[in-house]
């Protein structure tokens, strides 16, 4: 079977803009050799196929045998990536300071000291005005190495200044490292465990998270320590529920980029990142008007751009979505927003060689909650079932618990009746394997297992009582966490009042702005 998405060299060349294409032509047409036009052949077979496909790349290019393919898509893939370094350097900095890391190795090769010694200086002067410490580093080392070898240019002094000026270097590099492990630990336990389940769980993270930081001021930080440690506050207070103190930092985040206008032109993906955080945020606390303010500055950053990259188009996409489908629940505007799920579902393929699974998850989830308060729930169990039927459950462990809840009440509410024992033993197992059982949950199965013998004219009141059950259960900081993923209490008020819980919700919205 033809198979696209595990082929490198298939999907590099399928991500290619027309531009980038046409410099690639130019690239590769500088000798001319027969090897050359073989792989510049096989490049034009892969670029008119619509999936990866060996033998119909064969069939056209029978210039091409079998034993050759390898070498060739291999010859292929380091032209592609050396026309693309050239392509991009112009646009990115950090490309331009290893290049000229390369310059000063040639020269120094070829005994040419002093001009190494040259390009290194410059080097380090942009890498340190963009905020790269790391690659000043490397600068320095080299300079070191032929300060030490060779009689140059050195004056008075010279060895101490670059003794000092590497011990200061290698400090900030140390810290920031220190710090993006910290964000990057921070992230991973999101990714797995999502929310806090308990005291005992904040306590023992909160433990690992201030020993981690233990010693580290960046008072006097650079740009990138201060990133790290503002992307490592922000997942600690996402993971232990405290969306005051992670609104706080995600807006330094924010504020960091737009401080340095030149960090937002150079790192487009982190300042988009850091908006997504203060949209999740802000989300979180129900800040209607400042999440409107953010979200069309999103989207006015994503039109501002004028070189996007398929980075920063897959980040864009996934961010602006996502918070299209979170104001549409916070205004109670299940049906009405339904109608991005075309344009969403079109993109969601387009990108799905860069989507992660983590993403795809999370808009299966929304796109299925969409479909639940609308009143679709034949489409919210088939979102939900995507879900469910993912077989590795440590990613995201919370989301594929919530899945599991939301689809037993989605089988109810579609009257699904003959299925719903069977649903409920299937996640209350699930649930004990996870150890992700909540009061919430209890109660939940509790209700479902028990509904089915109530006469009609008992619904109201067991509704009513659940209802009750559950706001008693909320009063719990980390039984709470349920209620982030299901907004259970405004199902429950439509059952009471026989309303749908669009309508709930938009009176709630009401009374919010």
Known sequence: MPNGSIDPVFQLVKSLTRSEKRHFRLFSGRSGSAEDLKFMQLFDALDALG?????????????????????????????????????????????????????????????????????????????????????????????????????????????????????????????????????LRMYGLYLRVGHARSQRDAEQITDRFRAALAGIDVSQGGFYECLYYYQAQVWYYTIIQDFRACYRYAQKWVDLFEQAPD?????????????????????????????????????????????????????????????KINAAFLEGRFADSLQLMPDLLEKLVLFQPQLDLHRRLIFYYKIASLYFGSGNYRKAIEYLNKIIQYKDVTLREDIQCFARILNLIAHYEAGHDEMLEYQIKSVYRFLGKMNEQQQMQVEIFRFLRGVGHLAPHQLKDAFSALKDRLLEISENPYERRPFLYLDLISWLESKIEDVPVEEIMRRKFARMK
């Open 263 to 323: 960090m937002m032109e150079q790192q487009p993906m982190l300042y988009i990142k850091g908006l997504h955080n203060l949209l999740a945020s802000l989300y979180n606390l129900l800040y209607y008007s400042k999440f409107t303010a953010v979200l069309a500055k999103l989207e006015s950053f994503a039109a501002s751009l004028t070189r996007p990259t398929p980075n920063t188009d897959v980040l864009l996409f996934q961010y602006i979505y996502t918070h």
């Open 51 to 183: 999936q990866y496909d060996e033998e119909r790349i064969l069939a056209q290019v029978p210039a091409i045998r079998k034993v050759q393919l390898a070498n060739l898509k291999a010859n292929l893939y380091r032209q592609l990536l050396s026309s693309l370094r050239q392509y991009h350097a112009g646009q990115n900095i950090d490309i331009q300071l290893h290049e000229q890391l390369d310059y000063a190795r040639v020269l120094y090769n070829k005994g040419f000291y002093q001009q190494a010694l040259r390009m290194l200086e410059r080097t380090k002067q942009q890498a340190q005005q963009a905020r790269l410490p790391h690659v000043a580093l490397l600068a320095l080392d080299f300079e070191k190495l032929i300060e030490s070898q060779y009689i140059t240019r050195s004056l008075r002094g010279r060895a101490e200044d670059l003794s000092a000026e590497s011990l200061d270097t290698v400090q900030h590099v140390t810290q920031l490292h220190r710090l993006s492990n910290v964000a």
